[in-house]
Each structure stands twice: as C-alpha cells, then as structure tokens.
C-alpha cells in the first residue's frame, strides 16, 4: 500500500514542477446541496488535469537506463498530456499509445505539451486496447512504460492533491467531512483516500463512477478486479474496462461508498459548471459534482470537496453534451409517427398535438406513395418535463402505433 511518507515524498520532488491549484469555495453548489461545497481545480493543472501530478513523478522515478531509450504511455487523453508535458521539460522522447476515439482535442493537446518529444500511435477502439499495444511495444523496444495508474509511484503522485487539499482546508480554517473523485482506473482515488484516512480518519471519501463503465463497482462485487464486456467511452477521461490491482486494493481499503452517474447527469453538470461558474469540465472532471445529486441527503449541512479533475473537454462535443443533458432532464423526446398522407397533417399535428410551449426540433419525412401514411421521425423539445403525459396522449391519439425512441434503444441509435 502507498504510504502516506511516499505521498509526501511525492509531494516534496513535485514542488514547482506542478501547479498548487486552489481549492475554492462555490456559491452555487453549496446553495443548491444546503452544503459547503469546496471545489479542487485540477482542472487549472497546466495540463489541465492531476494526471500530470503522477506522469511527472513516476517519469523522475523511473530507471535512468530506461528513459535514456525513452517512454511508452497508453491514454485516454490526460495521462497522456502529462506524459507529453512531462518528456518535454525532461528533455526525453515518449510514444503514446491512445484508443482512436480520442477526441481530436486531447491528441492536439498532447501533440503541443510534447512537441518533437513526442510520437502518438492511435490502437483499439479503447483505451484497454491502446494499453496492451504500448506494453508490447515497450516491452520490444526496452523502454519504459509509464502506467496510468496501476502504479505506486502514479498513486503517490496523484495522492499529493490531497496534501495540498488538506493544507488549504486548514488555512481556511474549515474541517472537511467528505471528499469525491472520479474513478477511471483508479489512481487518483487511490492516493487521494489512502493519504486522506490516514491523516484524517474520519472524513468520508466517495468515488464516482460513469454507468457505462463502472469498472471499480465490478470490482468490488467480484472481490477483485474483472473486465467488463462493454464499456460506454462518452467519459472518456473514466472509460476504463478494468481497474487495476493495486488501485482495487486501496479502494477496498480506503473508500467508504461508491456511486454509478448517469451521462445525461453529467453532461447537465457540465453545462451548469460552464454557464454558472464559468468552469470548463471535461465529462470524467464533472463527475464528482455530479454525484452529489445521489448523496444529498448524506452531504446537507456537511463541508464536501470535489475533485473537478480535468478540463481538457473538446468545444466540438457541446452540441452532444446539450442534447444529452435535455433527454436527461426529460425535456427532448423523438418518436415515430405514422403521418396521413394528405394536405393538411403537418398542420392538424402542429395545431392539435403539439402544446403551446413546445418545439419541433427534427423532423424527417419519406413519403411513400402506395400507402395512406408515412413515417415521420420527430424530435419535440419541451419547456416542462410535466407536459409529457399530456403529449404522449394527443400523439397517441394521432397515431395509436407511434414508437417512442427512447423506449427503444436500438432504434433510437440507428435514427438519431
């Protein structure tokens, strides 16, 4: 296990080499959650996320003979940054293994951290795949493979967040009751508790997990650590198919609750850090701030720090990070609906199914010539959730064969 002197340790050699990023109060949160909510920016980390707390630190720890040859990381976008960033200051060349649905902005990012440092390889559909393909090559190679989490110099690394976390409560003067960080693979939640629980007991540290790849709770429910057939990749910062052994064994040891968040909870928590705060999160950072939907009830009255652990979020996903925030909320809904073919219908829908707050958003019509109706496939934006029973009646009454696309996922993914 990562000792608190080996994340001291940790904390001393990344002195000016990383940024103190501030732990601040937000009035907002802590408003909406009858709480004091603290926010840790890692997101203001110069790469924009803690990854480059354990990059930096396991680089500078690693066998010199093996770094003069160079080093090999596998990512999904942030430990790569910090590897990049890392092997440019250090003057050392690095290959980067990373699954191709890396969004375009993180392989920019890497790319300009790195600069002729650094040569990216795009492996697999995910980053499990990415990372079996730099072991490999490290292995051929004889260079060093820098893990992106699994390691007890990457954990100790990511650990000094809560060194600096715990020093600022202090001067803030405010005992701190429960602390929340994403998992990916576990590193950050690992060095963050073990150092957590053993200067301060009593605080409570949760983890948050995407739905779609809540590799930690499998985890958990299979005493030790499994890969999950299928994982979602819209968090990509925390779409990890399988935990590692020695994160599991401090997560077992040290986290006191785990929790799953929706992706539409985490793409409305995007939005609302972006236009209340002016904060910039990528999926995998506003996962924290998203889970305290789901503990409420445990936080009011309570001090609680979130980790936003990243902000490298591609402007380009906005539009998808919208649209899934209002299925979420259940304001957007598409459907099927079998339309008369005949002048008139479009108008009759608009005038007598559609309410006087609502939208059509999309609509795509084939007509079909040897039959009396044709599909329409719809996407209607509410103003209020609660006008939805009332919608889906006048639809029904329209069209009593009208498919509702949320309810039918495969559909759903094929139309929209």
Do not use: W
Not at 311 to 316: Q, R
Request: net charge neutral; glycine share 8%.
């Amino acid at each position: 296990m990562v000792t608190v002197s080996a994340i001291e340790q940790a904390y001393e050699r990344l002195r000016g080499a990383v940024s103190h990023t501030p732990l601040q109060y937000d009035r907002f949160l802590s408003e909406k959650y009858q709480a004091t909510v603290l926010l840790k920016r890692e997101d203001l980390q110069k790469v924009r996320s803690f990854k480059l707390r354990g990059a930096y630190y396991a680089i500078t720890q690693a066998d010199p003979e093996l770094t003069r040859r160079g080093v090999v990381c596998a990512s999904a976008g942030n430990h790569a940054q910090g590897v990049a960033y890392t092997c440019q200051e250090q003057q050392i060349h690095a290959v980067i293994f990373m699954p191709t649905t890396t969004p375009q902005q993180k392989i920019a990012q890497v790319l300009f951290f790195g600069g002729d440092y650094v040569k990216i390889e795009l492996v697999g559909d995910t980053f499990d795949a990415a990372a079996q393909a730099a072991k490999q090559f490290a292995k051929e190679e004889q260079m060093a493979f820098i893990a992106p989490f699994d390691d007890p110099n990457i954990i100790a690394g990511q650990g000094t967040v809560a060194v600096e976390m715990l020093a600022d409560a202090e001067k803030k003067q405010v005992t701190i009751d429960l602390v929340v960080a994403a998992i990916g693979g576990g590193g950050l939640i690992s060095g963050t508790a073990a150092y957590l629980k053993e200067k301060q007991p009593k605080i409570k540290v949760v983890g948050a997990e995407p739905v779609g790849a809540a590799s930690m709770q499998a985890a958990f429910d299979h005493q030790g650590p499994v890969a999950l057939e299928h994982i979602e990749t819209f968090v990509d910062g925390a779409a990890v198919k399988q935990v590692g052994a020695q994160t599991y064994a401090h997560a077992k040891r040290y986290v006191d609750q785990l929790v799953t968040v929706e992706e539409g909870a985490i793409c409305q928590t995007i939005l609302e850090l972006y236009s209340k705060q002016a904060i910039v999160a990528e999926p995998a950072g506003a996962l924290s701030v998203a889970a305290l939907d789901l503990i409420k009830e445990q936080i009011k009255g309570k001090t609680v720090v979130c980790i936003v652990s990243g902000g490298n979020n591609d402007s380009s996903r906005m539009a998808e990070i919208e649209e899934k925030s209002l299925i979420y909320q259940g304001l957007k809904h598409y459907f099927i609906v079998n339309f008369p073919q005949r002048p008139g219908a479009l108008k009759e829908f608009v005038s007598h199914v559609l309410g006087p707050d609502d939208d059509i958003t999309r609509f795509e019509y084939t007509k079909k010539i040897n039959r009396g109706t044709g599909p329409v496939m719809l996407g209607i934006l509410l103003k209020h959730k609660k006008d939805l029973p009332a919608l889906l009646s006048r639809i029904e009454q329209f069209d009593q064969n009208y498919i509702n696309l949320q309810q039918n996922q495969s559909l759903y993914s094929l139309l929209v």
